[in-house]
């Protein structure tokens, strides 16, 4: 089975704090997501990477940047974490079939 | 006007009823077609997936894309309440990278006994 893993699963931050969510899979796969998901809103794509070092926007990347230097490993960072940051992010990695393969999320709180 | 609308529900059924789930989409290039079922606290996981347009069966789940109308559905035979969850309809475009997704705003599902 895949798995695909958040290491934080909840978390608070004040206002102007830098954060970073780490995710890690374990089935080789070349691409890699990062989604934040929002009540109303769904799922929207914040930055994906399809290759080490390498990196492409999303529908949704202000405010927030990414991070590869692993083929298993895929960050996100928020520089400086506003309250409209508040949501559930959602890192998965894509078989070559399309389907994707999701974390179990991390829930942020920005104070 | 966003490029998937799904009704977000909540939608609440008894245990056994049929259930119809459904999308539609402005972007005449979506070629693939998935249903991913996302329990409370959990990612979503694949449900279901299809190619253009026609129907797919998988036990009490049935999708069906009709490219014309623009328009899929998600059906569930006989529901139980452990298919209580949200539904996310989502889609992508035929030789972008495989996995980059546009989905549906979620259907909250209760289905009580």
């Known amino acids: 089975d895949v798995k695909v893993t958040q290491s934080s699963r909840y978390l608070v931050k004040r206002t102007g704090e830098k954060v970073f969510l780490e995710c890690v899979q374990d089935?080789?796969?070349?691409?890699m997501f990062w989604y934040r998901q929002d009540p109303g809103l769904g799922l929207r794509l914040i930055y994906f990477?399809?290759?080490?070092?390498?990196?492409e926007k999303g529908d949704i990347p202000e405010g927030y940047s990414v991070s590869r230097e692993k083929k298993e490993r895929f960050s996100l960072i928020l520089e400086s974490a506003s309250t409209n940051q508040t949501s559930m992010y959602l890192c998965?990695?894509?078989?070559?079939?399309?389907?994707?393969?999701f974390g179990e999320g991390s829930r942020l709180t920005v104070l | 006007q966003k490029e998937v609308e799904q009704d977000p529900g909540p939608l609440s059924v008894p245990e056994g009823a049929i259930v119809s789930l459904n999308c539609t989409y402005s972007?005449?290039?979506?070629?693939?077609f998935m249903w991913y079922r996302q329990y409370s606290r959990k990612g979503p996981e694949l449900l279901m997936y299809?190619?253009?347009?026609g129907n797919k069966e998988d036990g009490r789940f049935t999708a069906q894309v009709d490219k014309s109308s623009k328009y899929i559905s998600l059906f569930i035979r006989d529901s139980q309440p452990s298919d209580s969850a949200t539904y996310l309809c989502?889609?992508?475009?035929?030789?972008?990278?495989?996995?980059?997704?546009?989905f549906g705003q979620g259907t909250i599902l209760t289905v009580h006994p």
């Open positions: 998965s990695t894509a078989a070559n079939t399309g389907e994707l393969f």
């Open positions: 089935m080789d796969h070349e691409n």
């Open positions: 990477s399809y290759d080490v070092k390498m990196k």
């Open positions: 972007n005449s290039a979506f070629q693939y």
């Open positions: 299809t190619y253009s347009s």
């Open positions: 989502a889609m992508s475009v035929a030789g972008t990278s495989y996995g980059k997704l546009t």
